[in-house]
């Protein structure tokens, strides 16, 4: 690493030594569905091969874990795994355990480690979680080889990059305080106060002001830090990312939000593409798909996405190519972190009181706020909230719901049941509160 490399990665660690981060208490506990969904590596393996992994006796790495808030999330999002944090700020790191200490977590070990040095920790990881880190590294195709070089062979990473695309007027303003000289060393609240003085000043129609200033956060430090005084902050493209995995030998799995990356989202009409796009958008690869989005409409902070050793699944066919004797052969699982008492109760309630069940609180990846599922469709599944159910079972189940047809008042056909349980499936797997895996309960 050359000299201008380590002064700014030493930067970097003065600032979050000198002001640590997440600046979350240390009492806050993660209990939201939504969140934990997010953080159980159970929702990256399933999407890249459509398995179910238990995570008991799984290794996490926290790559970067800065005060262990998230270290926290991973530790409640995957039960009995063991969580490994590092961070470069020993300040950060000592908050870090002290907070998994307060929840009771035994299960965890903290390092103040660089990710370039990952491989002093002599051990190999079922899944590595880096958020927020990467894009604070001077040279990122090093510390995604670094990840890699401690990654088991089936094991998956999850980092992101900043967007310089969303994020172009803060570095701008990055620029602008380095040149005033408040970027010389860790900044603190003279600095703070001194960025304060100077966004106030500034008349409302000032270019700058208009795309960074949030009165809300006007005395809120760790906001400042974050965005106009953060050291080390870079900015990508989609095609840079994908150019740094190509250099680390490293193969795309998925966007971490992949509904979000959805071009036909983005028209009027999806059902009707203008002709350019129905010529074209078939024929893109992904990282022309996701660039296009991109470049479209540029909304995301984050380039969050999960990757993984080249090769090491096969790629799993699509539901909606599976024969009916596949489905037949497959079985459902609710998502790892919904198997909770407060689901199946409000599962229950929908089914007891024939109301609507709101979906969107439970799912991270949904775009839909409105988006509920009618009781029927949750007596279906309500088995689902005990242990996984076959596509069969559930099948009858639905016939035993339902055996007459509510607007012919003929018995139910099975053919028609069938792909009501099938069409249901499909649109919950997508959304990721259901995973469906073709193989015996058993095996």
């Given amino acids: ?94 908050l870090a355990k002290e907070r998994l200490k307060y929840h ?82 860790a900044p603190g609240e003279p600095e703070i106060e001194k960025v304060r003085e100077t966004m106030k000043a500034l008349k ?19 906001w400042y830090l974050a965005n106009y005084l953060l050291e080390g902050d870079r900015g990508y493209t989609i095609p840079e990312m994908f150019a740094a995995l190509r250099a680390a030998d490293l193969e795309f799995i998925s966007m971490v939000n992949w509904p979000f990356w959805d071009i036909v989202d983005l028209l009027e009409e999806p059902d009707r593409l203008p002709p350019l796009m129905a010529t074209n958008l078939p024929n893109l690869s992904v990282e022309q798909k996701l660039h296009t989005y991109e470049l479209l409409n540029p909304i995301h902070r984050l380039i969050d996405f999960w990757c993984g050793h080249p090769g ?33 109760k409000e599962m229950i309630a929908s089914v007891v009181d024939i109301k609507l069940l709101e979906m969107h609180k439970y799912l991270a990846f949904s775009k839909d706020p409105s988006l509920m599922m009618d009781s029927a469709a949750v007596a279906t599944l309500l088995p689902l909230t005990e242990e996984p159910q076959s596509v069969e079972s559930l099948w009858e189940r639905s016939l035993m719901l339902r055996p007459i047809n509510p607007a012919s008042y003929e018995a139910s056909d099975r053919q028609t049941a069938f792909k009501f349980v099938k069409e249901l499936l499909i649109s919950l797997e997508q959304l990721g509160f259901v995973f469906i895996e073709r193989r015996a309960i058993n095996n």
């Fill in 1 to 94: 690493m050359d000299e201008q490399a380590l002064d700014s990665l030493e930067k970097v660690r003065q600032q979050f030594d000198a002001a640590p981060y997440p600046r979350i208490p240390l009492e806050d506990y993660p209990n939201d569905m939504k969140y934990l969904t997010l953080y159980n590596m159970a929702t990256a393996y399933y999407l890249r091969a459509k398995k179910v992994v238990e995570t008991e006796g799984k290794v996490i790495l926290d790559a970067g874990c800065g005060t262990g808030f998230k270290s926290l999330a991973l530790a409640v999002a995957n039960p009995g795994a063991k969580i490994v944090g590092v961070d470069l700020s020993e300040e950060s790191v000592k």
């Fill in 104 to 185: 009771g977590i035994k299960n965890v070990e903290f390092y103040p480690l660089s990710i370039y040095d990952l491989s002093k920790l002599g051990r190999e990881f079922d899944y590595i979680h880096c958020d927020e880190t990467l894009y604070l590294l001077p040279d990122i195709v090093a510390g995604l080889q670094a990840m890699k070089s401690v990654l088991k062979p089936e094991g998956i990473i999850r980092a992101n990059l900043h967007s310089s695309r969303v994020r172009a007027d803060f570095y701008a303003a990055q620029k602008l305080f380095d040149l005033m000289g408040l970027m010389n060393q």
């Fill in 204 to 222: 409302n129609n000032v270019s700058l002001k208009v795309n960074t200033w949030k009165p809300q956060y006007e005395n809120d430090p760790a």
């Fill in 312 to 344: 090491a699944v096969t790629p799993p066919v699509p539901l909606t190519e599976w024969t009916d004797r596949e489905w037949l052969e497959a079985w459902v699982y609710i998502h790892p972190s919904l198997k909770v008492p407060q689901v199946k």
